[in-house]
């Protein structure tokens, strides 16, 4: 599954940011294999908006899911009209991150 993570730095071994619209860098990641992206967040600087375009920016990557520490409702609600699931409240490492959620999925 193509996953979404809001990253402080451009690694797997990166914090995780806590700000969904306003993160430095996105992390697209496959589960299956682990393999992934990293995006820098063009939108972090906008006055307003930044949630709802770093929505539609990843929605527009094809990622099923997005993982963070908050999400305001403007882009819960471009994630929700795009059919992309939003898990709020992780922290730790990005790959900490990836690893409970494969867990969490798979019901193991």
Known sequence: MKVAISSTGDQLESEMDARFGRCAYFIVAETEEMS???????????????GIQSAGFLADQGVRAVLTGNCGPKASQVFGAAGIAVYSGYTGTVKDALEIFKQKSTGQ
């Open 36 to 50: 992934f992206t990293a995006h820098a967040n063009t939108h972090a600087e906008l006055s307003s908006g930044a």
